[in-house]
């Protein structure tokens, strides 16, 4: 039986996948402030040019420069498992598989594309970067790239996490990365939300808003922002992970998965393994793809799909997607990453052309998982990935009740030794279901409504 199915070094993958260049309906253009689609030195202030390219790019595979492989081979290929201790405790004929990105220097999947940004922000001349960070993860993922390449790091991170995970600011700190909490009174952004919400427990849409104002009003002209999730050239920096998957699991004589799962916040782990699937899903392949999100937080169950800011302070360019709303402030649950109003436009446009499938599961029944996950595998997941670990655990009952031998493959996004808070909350029994209430969702129709109508263009194939 094959419980870690590695790759050689030389077989890493030396191109991303660009799932741009094959989705079966084109997306909606992200839309300016005149309602008119944005040009790419729109972007220019944000973002250096040579990312704009990959935002925009239609091209299907893009090479890897040589210099980011050689970052990135202080981890990867990461390792693929078979899950077979949960699978025994099961008692399921599944098969479950899980990419294993916790083994990266920052524990999770992030530095797959802190990496690249990082790298072609330098090659751009830029010497500093803006970000926010939810859980921690991306912060300190950025700072760990920074360090390496020779950035100065700037981190907005999001009060609830800031107070909870007081050990992914220090490790940001040991990276040279600066963190301090959002809302913060250093912008302009921050200074007006305080004011009218002063115990606000902060957003990923706040903490964006920062970043992107101390950016873009930098005087030298050096400063960028990054975004860890969300826009199309980190979906594709995350490839890595599907087309490394994808090479082990025909080393052990599986041509595809029949379920693949991944939690999503702004969609790019899920996107990472999913989307060199998806392109074999769009060439006739029978494969179930569900990104997984909290029942809080439920973009892609419940929202509606529409043209939305990406930031609470409406900086950003009007993107098609699931969303609840940028005003939108989630509950303080424990899965800081998945707190946010919006979501990937690819994997968005994947959802309304009936690729993937969403599904929402409350953090009682994650923290559960996770708690078995640990009871059997060994390992200690970070909350974000506990939701994919649940929704793997629903589908080898499912594969058990209907007697089908599936293979079942998932993201293990990253591990949870900093996010041990929200483990005792569970064991202690504080930690309550919640469903967002409809109230909550009528205040995004009222946040939405003066936008441009998105149309949900589809084949109807799936
Ligand atoms: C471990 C982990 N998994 C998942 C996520 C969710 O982000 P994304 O949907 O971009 O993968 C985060 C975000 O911080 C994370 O830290």
């Given at each position: 039986m094959d419980r870690k199915i590695l790759l050689n070094e030389q077989d890493i993958p030396k191109q991303w996948y660009n799932i741009a260049a094959d989705l079966p309906t084109p997306m909606l253009p992200p839309l300016g402030p005149d309602g008119n689609p944005v040009s790419p030195d729109m972007l220019a202030p944000v973002f250096p040019m040579n990312l704009i390219e990959q935002e925009v790019s239609t091209e299907r595979w893009i090479d890897i420069p040589e210099e980011v492989l050689d970052i990135l081979?202080?981890?990867?290929?990461?390792?693929?498992?078979?899950?077979?201790?949960?699978?025994?405790?099961?008692?399921?004929?599944?098969?479950?598989?899980?990419?294993?990105?916790?083994?990266?220097?920052a524990g999770s999947h992030k530095p797959n594309t802190s990496v690249p940004q990082a790298w072609y922000n330098k090659q751009f001349g830029i010497e500093r970067l803006t970000t926010e960070t939810g859980a921690g993860q991306w912060?300190?993922?950025?700072?760990?790239?920074?360090?390496?390449?020779?950035?100065?790091?700037?981190?907005?991170?999001?009060?609830?996490?800031?107070?909870?995970?007081?050990?992914?600011?220090?490790?940001?700190?040991?990276?040279?990365?600066?963190?301090?909490?959002?809302?913060?009174?250093?912008?302009?952004?921050?200074?007006?939300?305080?004011?009218?919400?002063?115990?606000?427990?902060?957003?990923?849409?706040?903490?964006?808003?920062?970043?992107?104002?101390?950016?873009?009003?930098?005087?030298?002209?050096?400063?960028?922002?990054?975004?860890?999730?969300?826009?199309?050239?980190?979906?594709?920096?995350?490839?890595?992970?599907g087309l490394e998957a994808k090479a082990q699991l025909k080393s052990v004589?599986?041509?595809?998965?029949?379920?693949?799962?991944?939690?999503?916040?702004?969609?790019?782990?899920f996107a990472g393994?999913?989307?060199?699937?998806?392109?074999?899903?769009?060439?006739?392949?029978?494969?179930?793809?569900?990104?997984?999100?909290?029942?809080?937080?439920?973009?892609?169950?419940?929202?509606?799909?529409?043209?939305?800011?990406?930031?609470?302070?409406?900086?950003?360019?009007?993107?098609?997607?699931?969303?609840?709303?940028?005003?939108?402030?989630?509950?303080?649950?424990?899965?800081?990453?998945?707190?946010?109003?919006?979501?990937?436009?690819?994997?968005?446009?994947?959802?309304?052309?009936?690729?993937?499938?969403?599904r929402a599961i409350d953090q009682v029944e994650c923290y559960e998982a996770a708690l078995t996950w640990a009871r059997t595998e060994g390992t200690i997941c970070a909350p974000e990935t506990s939701h994919a670990v649940a929704c793997a655990i629903q589908e080898a009952k499912k594969a058990k009740e209907e007697?089908?031998?599936?293979?079942?493959?998932?993201?293990?996004?990253?591990?949870?030794?900093?996010?041990?808070?929200g483990y005792e909350a569970y064991l202690t029994g504080k930690l309550a279901p919640y469903y967002l209430p409809d109230e909550e969702l009528a205040k995004t129709e009222e946040c939405l409504k003066d936008y441009p109508p998105a149309e949900m263009r589809k084949t109807g194939k799936w």
């Open positions: 081979y202080r981890w990867r290929p990461a390792p693929l498992r078979r899950a077979v201790y949960l699978e025994r405790f099961l008692d399921t004929p599944a098969k479950i598989y899980y990419k294993d990105e916790s083994t990266s220097p912060g300190s993922a950025l700072s760990f790239a920074c360090s390496l390449i020779g950035l100065e790091c700037k981190v907005f991170m999001v009060r609830i996490s800031f107070d909870q995970k007081p050990f992914r600011k220090l490790m940001m700190q040991v990276w040279g990365g600066n963190c301090v909490a959002s809302p913060s009174e250093e912008t302009n952004a921050g200074r007006k939300i305080l004011e009218e919400m002063p115990d606000t427990p902060g957003s990923l849409g706040i903490a964006i808003s920062e970043a992107i104002e101390q950016a873009v009003t930098d005087p030298s002209g050096k400063t960028r922002y990054s975004l860890g999730s969300v826009l199309n050239h980190v979906m594709l920096h995350q490839t890595i992970i004589g599986i041509d595809k998965p029949d379920v693949i799962i991944g939690c999503a916040g702004g969609g790019s782990n393994l999913a989307f060199p699937f998806t392109q074999d899903k769009i060439n006739g392949a029978e494969i179930e793809i569900i990104p997984c999100e909290p029942t809080a937080c439920p973009t892609l169950t419940r929202a509606p799909f529409a043209y939305d800011f990406g930031d609470t302070a409406c900086t950003t360019p009007l993107m098609a997607m699931y969303t609840l709303g940028h005003a939108f402030v989630p509950p303080p649950i424990h899965a800081g990453g998945l707190r946010y109003h919006g979501m990937s436009p690819l994997v968005c446009q994947c959802v309304v052309e009936g690729l993937h499938n969403p007697g089908k031998e599936k293979t079942i493959l998932f993201n293990y996004s990253g591990h949870g030794l900093m996010d041990l808070k």
